[in-house]
């Protein structure tokens, strides 16, 4: 027989979780910063003058070609790479970045700066993640507790902005061998997708592949892919973009050499593998989910049929429970899902386009 | 049975309790019995076992062990909590939750392939735990799994206990997906 012990124990868990539920939200929750990331932006050598946002000498911004969608905050990006080194592109799709490199996204809404996150990759090889939260006047930010920060802003009225905490960073960047996201051979192409939603055209002084190969910060990438950038193949302009968004916003987690490799659904586009949109296709193309909405089977993507297609269900919801991706974002990007929608339901449905595509 | 034959069988049974006693073997026996310790010492039965009536109360159906939320047991609207300090409520079965965070229902830890966790990885579960993420990048884990407890065992103890889930019964249940506030509210 169980005693009054058992429920109380239970009850206590539940309160004991939400209680940390609660208080990621919480103004003044501790903060729990990893040891080296410093306490302000301004020390982390984003700026030479962080009253009036100049950047540092050495700090180079970067625009990659396929964003993640953030509920259509405007990001502005930059690296700074330790002064004689390079990145180790030897293996086109993982680079390897010299320890002390720092990158830095600036998210603003309204013209506003609210957070700006930060990675570097410490002494010991790993990466140290920490977002800073800008303060109403726009001339200092400062950590943001370990937890985040739930509805730190409105990304448009009554729609809360979430800052994430680093366990999030990590959800998202740790499921690539390259924990580097955006700052890929790929991202960075000069042969930009016109079709790409959301992209922002890089400022001037922006860094990009070629960029990158005649200033010697990359070594060991391949010259043909410099000579001829990297550009997904495909049947169309929209597949391209398409492919592009999924790759851009899907493949962090949805790879085939990451920790979630065993669900056999891989987005990514990879330069080292030939026919790569072909390889993404047949993992999603009437591929069954492993995720089975009210336990009932699901395909991913269903040609011809985006209404029965559950990868478009899943980016069209924001049911906290449903939704993809499942954080960072609190709107449905209705650009995209009419990108992918055409895509499905036209060109997935071509015989001529389906059969370059998917072979 | 000739002399060679039986030699062959006795040949054959030494390699195989030889192979039981292996150093590996037993090393994969004594992960799995402090799996079980964890397990049963971390109170994981209390809400992934249901409860059943039996002759001296609401009991544990070890028959369902860790099975989460019986897929057949559809659960009516939860009750309105009214104002005041009163913030859960809890199915019969101790495998259904109602709060502010919506409606949870305990998880399949056994080892079925299509409704518990018989294609997950052992780093899938320790990612799991460590973040408060299914699968250690989707959707948050919901009260009242106590995961930030769990996830501050050492890796040796989550491999343990991922091994013992891995070594008991295999039993088909598709637990519901949990319900959003807004859903749970209707």
Known sequence: MRGPGSALRAGGAALGALALLCAAGAPGSASAAPAAAPGRLSATGLFADVATHAIARGVLPYSPQYPLWTDGAAKRRWIRLPPGTAIDGSDPDTWRFPVGTRLWKEFSIGGRPVETRFMERGADGRWIYATYLWAPDGREATLAPERGRRAFAESRPGVPYDVPGTADCRACHQGHPSEVLGFTALQLSPDRDPLAPHAAPPEPGSIDLAGLAARRLLRGFPAQRIAHPPRIEAPSPRARAALGYLHGNCASCHNARGPLSDLGFSLEERLAEAGTSAAVLRTAVRRPSVFRPGGAPAVRLVPGDPAASLLLLRMGSRSPYLQMPPLGTHVVDEEAIALLSAFVREDLADPHAIATLYP | ?186
């Not at chain 2, 049975?1 to 039986?6: A, E, G, N, P």
Request: charged share 15%.
């Open chain 2, 1 to 186: 049975m000739t002399q060679k034959t039986i030699g062959i069988a006795l040949a054959s049974s030494a390699a195989l309790i030889l192979a039981a006693a292996s150093p590996a073997h037993a090393g994969e026996s004594r992960r799995v019995a402090r799996g079980r310790y964890l397990v049963t010492l971390g109170g994981c039965n209390d809400c992934h076992t249901p409860l059943k009536m039996g002759q001296n109360g609401p009991e544990p159906d070890m028959a369902r062990m860790l099975s989460g939320h019986p897929q057949a047991l559809e659960m009516p609207a939860a009750p309105a909590i009214p104002p005041g300090p009163w913030m859960a409520t809890v199915g019969a079965t101790m495998t259904a939750w109602s709060g502010p965070w919506g409606v949870s229902f305990t998880a399949n830890l056994t080892p079925d392939p299509e409704t518990g966790l018989g294609k997950w990885t052992e780093q899938n579960f320790i990612d799991t735990v460590r973040s408060g993420r299914h699968m250690g990048r989707g959707r948050q884990i919901l009260p009242p799994m106590p995961w930030q407890n769990v996830g501050a065992m050492t890796d040796e103890d989550l491999k343990s206990v991922f091994a013992y889930l891995r070594s008991i019964p295999a039993i088909r249940n598709q637990v519901p997906a949990p319900l959003p506030p807004a859903v749970a509210a209707k």
